[in-house]
């Protein structure tokens, strides 16, 4: 890392808030709906489609043949369905994996009032993400989350992310790079995301293919089915 003067956090923070539309922008999406595909790996591909909605709502569903893998929380139940593993009904998610369920549900982000959601943020530094230089912070959520967020120091948006999590009791660190900005409702969203884990074979890559904001979404989508 090249020894320079590294603006403050909350600089940096400001920076990738305006380019991603300003906070007023931001705060104008009460709905969200991302519509694509997703890619698991050779031969294994389906649709995906992602939906948010305040606060703090999402609904996950991922189509593969006549199979369709589901995970969704309403803010206060976090649940899935997961015909994979034999699943025919909904359930409960494990604390681990409702974690990081739950993480996807604040679309603003966390650095977005970091403070007030109980979020610690520091400056790690200059990196580099994706090719390009990049500040990168490293961010604790208040439910005890260790990320790393990389912003791009000429578009000053989000190019990459790190997080560890728990997955079968081991400790494993997950790393996303998002591409393809377009600006949609007076916001920018990435409309390619490539995801891997480190140190392990394969990958996830997500390409949207339609994505719309403030739009009607059925409460039941994010409850649990009795």
Known sequence: ???????????????????????????AIRTERLVGRIELGP?????????????????????????????????????????????????????????????????????VDYAAKGNHVTTAGVDTADGRPAWAL??????????????????????????ERVVNGDTVVFESYFRDYRRIGGVMIAFRIDSDTRGRPGGQHIMVERAEVNVPIDPSRFRMPR
Do not use: C
């Not at 603006?7 to 300003?22: C, E, K, M, S």
């Not at 649940?79 to 994979?84: S, V």
């Not at 961010?139 to 992310?161: C, E, P």
């Open 43 to 111: 031969g294994l591909a389906g649709n995906d489609t992602v939906e948010l909605e305040r606060p703090l709502h999402v609904r996950t569903s991922i189509h593969l043949g006549d199979r369709a893998l589901v995970q969704a929380s309403d803010g206060r139940t976090t649940w899935t369905i997961n015909p994979f593993a034999g699943d025919s009904v909904a359930h409960l998610m494990d604390a681990d994996q409702a974690r990081n369920v739950e993480a996807g549900a604040d679309f603003d982000g966390p650095l």
């Open 1 to 27: 890392i090249a020894r320079r003067t590294y603006p403050v956090t909350l600089a940096i923070i400001a920076l990738n808030v305006a380019a991603r539309g300003g906070p007023a922008a931001l705060r």
């Open 138 to 163: 490293n961010v604790v959520t208040a439910d005890g989350l260790h990320d790393r967020y990389f912003i791009d120091m000429q578009s000053h948006l989000q190019t990459k992310w790190t997080g």
